[in-house]
């Protein structure tokens, strides 16, 4: 499984971006997909993901301003963010949790793309 992300880059504090990330290859079944970010020197946290039934989870940071769609047919989830603040600034990686025919679970990582939020 692949995943290929966009959107991303530099805003001032209030204004929007959004995200997406497209899974391809062999896809059986995704758990769920969405993102994660990671600040310098800090592990990966949640952002938001959204299950294969449509269960959002959102990061308490986030909740509120930051929405999450995903496409189980095409493999694609959007992360609409509004209202970003300055801490909102990291990289953010995309998240697929698959799993194959057999019920082997593999988490699949996108190359991250960088949020910078000025004030």
């Known amino acids: 499984v692949q995943l290929q992300a966009s959107g991303g880059g530099a805003v001032q504090t209030g204004e929007s971006l959004r995200l997406s990330c497209e899974a391809s290859g062999i896809i059986f079944t995704i758990n769920e997909m969405g993102w994660y970010r990671q600040f310098p020197g800090k592990q990966r946290e949640l952002v938001a993901v959204e299950t294969n039934d449509g269960m959002p989870n959102f990061a308490d940071s986030v909740r509120g301003r930051f929405t999450i769609a995903t496409d189980n047919n095409k493999h694609t989830a959007h992360l609409q963010m509004n209202s970003l603040k300055p801490e909102d600034t990291a990289t953010y990686y995309c998240?697929?949790?698959?799993?194959?025919?057999?019920?082997?679970?593999?988490?699949?990582w996108g190359r991250g793309t960088l949020v910078t939020v000025s004030s």
């Open positions: 998240r697929v949790e698959h799993r194959d025919l057999l019920g082997i679970v593999t988490v699949y």
